[in-house]
């Protein structure tokens, strides 16, 4: 009876513990093209990042990082939060979070080339890390990738239960010239990330970006 | 070999081989009649049989929980008899032990005011002034004959006569003092009288609520002894209680779930303050399951305090404890219960300034405006909220006495209700049972129409055997073998 008594407390304990802290939380990855002209859309992907702020919830994870010259890197995440589980405590991480973001559009400088693939590597990597039940990785540009002589980005990307979602993508001059070249960008972006299992989805009407977030 | 190479097996022409089939199966169909008729009737019967069991057990079955349904019933309502009861004596003990055990006093007070009145009435009674003494010595003096010019005698008769007044005076004096003095007392008696009345007036009350409480007593004996002789008066009474009972007590604890559901919203969201926004727990939200157990946990208290006052019955263990261990049982689960409401109020405060916010960096972020709620307006809220927060634990402590009525209640209504359903279910089997012997019998019909030429032509033959039987033994219109067969 005893043990009986004890394996039943012990079972509660366990299921009691065994709470899954990441398996429901959601993990937003955000790319921003800092390169050439698009550098004037910044003020645009502000107001996305502050709507994604507002959506996000206690234990969600949350990063904004430029794509430039080389975005394979840890220098940039222009900022990044795991929010605490405290509501008062998310709300001021929210706040910073925001600083950040206002500072680095201030003082941001256009970059000579477009490392999309990079920034895609890195946001697949910090995503991997936080370990986010949900993974959400937003490109706020053209599409236009452009690498320096010497970088390689012909890499298979592994995306699997990844949704990348492409926001207000542009057109180019040359692709009012010939549209085709636009839909062929779109074309290949989409089943680079298909080919790697994820799921793709271009979003230039920010108002449909609340579905992305919520759902 | 297929179906057509069957079909065709006795000729060439299919409406032929119709013709001989159909003989072929008809004379099959005949020779195998008898059997066929009998297993038909086999499988009937079994059917019928099983339905007919079926349904008589479960006439049994609902024989026995009608009755079980009953005693519960019958118990019940004897248990709430004697609670009544038992109530009512304790009322009149509490009169007895509160009024009536100041009687004697009350009869010695009463008796002592009786004196006093009496010695205040023989004090007071009027006392005739004393005849004058010296009448005879006047007229005695009157008679004295002299002239009215004697001035001697005129001076002893003007003495004489001031001597009377005088002593009229005084005399006249004395008796309105002595007057006076009487009507003191009497005046004294008064509020003694007053006093005595009221005190018979408390006493006419005290007996009079004995005796109302005693009528009471005796209509609930009456209930009592109905339940104890189980007559159906009683028991309809008692059914129709049960289910009245069931219906108010649903609705009121649905009124109580609705107001756990507020008081729950008002406490979810700043749980997530102490046990966190994010965590999970068996697919639900830690902070929502601590915002539920403190609710349930109030509901026990309160389930628990109401025991403790013995106003719910449901826990027999707390009702057998001793009154002192009890009375201790209370006031912990009413501290615990204020602590818990105590701290819904806090919860409700900080669910407010969570809110205020959520709301300020809602409006920074998506409109890049602070937003700005008047102060003034403001503790409205956060005061209604905690009001609500410290008020819903308390009003959910007495859930406990519907719940009682509940819990009881519903085990008549499903009483009640399982009965009918068997009652349902054993209609249905005898219905089928009736249904699977009709079948059976139509079953036969339709298999003697199939071969109704075969049967024909040995109606005909038997029929003509009989008849020269019948020649050869001699005709008894009263007894044939062929009335038998039709038969």
Known sequence: MKNIILAMVAAVLLIGCSSEETSHSKGVYMLLDTSGTYTEELVKAQHIINYTLAKLNPGDSFAVARIDTASFSEKDIVAKVTFEDRPSVANRQKRQFREEVDRFVKEVKPSGYTDITGGLLQAVEYLNEAGTGRKTILIFSDLKEELKKGYVRDIPLQMGGYEVVALNVTKLRSDNIDPREYMDRLQMWEERIEAGEGHWRVINDMERLESVIID | ?487
């Open chain 2, 1 to 487: 070999m297929s179906f057509s190479e069957i079909y065709l097996l006795w000729s060439e022409s299919a409406a032929l081989s119709a013709v001989i089939w159909s003989v072929v199966l008809t004379v099959l169909t005949y020779l195998a009649r008898e059997p066929m008729h009998r297993m038909i009737e086999a499988v009937s019967s079994l059917a019928k049989n099983a339905f007919q069991q079926a349904s008589e057990s479960l006439l049994g079955a609902e024989k026995r929980l009608s009755e079980r349904n009953t005693e519960v019933l019958i118990a019940a309502g004897r248990e709430a008899s004697e609670h009544l009861i038992e109530r009512e004596f304790v009322r009149i003990n509490r009169i007895v032990e509160t009024d009536l055990a100041e009687y004697p006093t009350l009869h010695r007070k009463i008796s002592d005011v009786i004196v006093r009145i009496d010695e205040d009435y023989k004090q007071s009674s009027d006392v005739p002034p004393e005849a004058p003494g010296w009448g005879k010595a006047i007229s005695a003096v009157a008679q004295i004959s002299t002239s009215k010019s004697d001035p001697m005698v005129g001076q002893i008769l003007e003495s004489i006569h001031g001597s009377l007044e005088k002593n009229h005076e005084k005399t006249l004096d004395e008796y309105r003092k002595s007057s006076r003095e009487r009507h003191m007392l009497l005046k004294k008696m008064l509020p003694s009288w007053r006093g005595m009345n009221s005190d018979l007036k408390q006493v006419d009350q005290n007996v009079n609520a004995l005796m109302e409480r005693s009528r009471v007593v005796d209509r609930q004996m009456e209930e009592y002894e109905k339940i104890i002789n189980e007559t159906d008066s009683a028991k309809k009474t008692l059914s129709s209680s049960s289910l009245t009972q069931f219906f108010i007590a649903g609705f009121v604890l649905a009124i109580a779930i609705g107001g756990a559901m507020i008081n729950f919203n008002l406490i979810a969201r700043p749980m997530q303050e102490m046990v966190g926004g994010s965590s999970v727990m068996m697919g639900y939200k830690t902070a929502n399951i601590a915002a539920l157990v403190i609710i349930l946990v109030e509901v026990a208290m309160g389930l628990f305090l109401m025991e403790s006052l013995r106003i719910t019955r449901l826990f027999p263990v707390i009702a057998s404890m001793k009154d002192d261990m009890r009375m201790h049982m209370a006031w912990i689960t009413f501290t615990i219960l204020l602590s818990l409401a105590s701290v819904e109020a806090g919860l409700a405060y900080m669910r407010e300034v969570l809110a205020q916010d959520d709301a300020a960096l809602r409006a920074s972020l998506l409109s890049g405006t602070v937003a700005a709620m008047g102060v003034s307006d403001r503790w409205i809220t956060t005061a209604a909220q905690m009001g609500m927060g410290f008020i819903l634990p308390f009003a959910l402590v007495f859930v406990a006495i519907p719940l009682e009525s509940f819990i009881h209640s519903s085990r008549t209504v499903l009483g009640i209700l399982a009965a009918g359903t068997l009652r349902a279910l054993a209609f249905a089997f005898a219905v089928l049972a009736n249904t699977s012997h009709y079948i059976g019998r139509m079953l036969t019909s339709v298999y003697d129409l199939f071969i109704f030429i075969p049967l024909w032509i040995e109606t005909r033959v038997r029929g003509s055997n009989h008849s020269e039987k019948k020649k050869s033994r001699g005709f008894n219109p009263l007894q044939t073998d062929s009335m038998k067969e039709v038969s």
